[in-house]
């Protein structure tokens, strides 16, 4: 199985779950999330995979996301406004991110990548 991992190489969580990656032996297509941000359409499609609400696709604890004051802007946000918010800039995107045939995954929780990727 090979998966699309998007990550921010600087990020803590994001080294985690590659070395976590690289010791279960899953192949994955590396990207970078700022630099090849995802589009509105990569997001919208991600989205409905995943059986998430949208707002876990939010980092949240971003300081874009603090600065813009999003929190409070979003609730008032259709989806398309949102999905195309999140395709500004890569930073607002909650990571890393999973991207397989049938799932994807939000942020590295090890169980649930367990169960997904083993």
Known sequence: MSVLFLEYPKCST???AKKWLDEQG???EDRHIVEA???AEELKEWHEKSGLPLKRFF???GMIYRQEGLKDKIPNMTE???YD????????VKRPLIIGDD???VG???AEWNEKLS
């Open 80 to 82: 398309a406004e949102q």
């Open 26 to 28: 899953v192949s994955y």
């Open 108 to 110: 590295f929780k090890e």
């Open 85 to 92: 918010l999140l395709a500004t800039n890569g930073m607002l």
């Open 37 to 39: 941000n995802p589009t």
């Open 59 to 61: 980092n949240t604890s």
């Open 103 to 105: 799932f994807v995954l």
């Open 14 to 16: 994001c080294k985690r």
